[in-house]
């Protein structure tokens, strides 16, 4: 069984999940800086995806240095 998540935005590997009341969705690293602050607004839960190094939105460390 193939389990490779793809973002629900681009045709990229997905590196995270969000959790959300309504349902899930699958961000790559580009896509959840970008929405990452607003999907925390909505209650989403962030989770990346086994196998996959944390994505630098998850760094608040490097997260200045990626914008």
Do not use: S
């Not at 069984?1 to 009341?21: E, F, S």
């Not at 839960?45 to 086994?50: A, E, K």
């Amino acid at each position: 069984m193939n389990t490779t998540a793809y973002c629900d935005r681009c045709p990229a590997r997905a590196r995270v999940r969000a959790a959300l009341p309504a349902g899930e969705l699958h961000f790559c690293n580009h896509h959840i800086r970008e929405h990452r602050d607003r999907l925390l607004e909505a209650g989403a839960q962030l989770i990346t995806l086994p196998g996959r190094p944390a994505p630098i939105a998850e760094k608040p460390h490097l997260r200045d240095l990626a914008a």
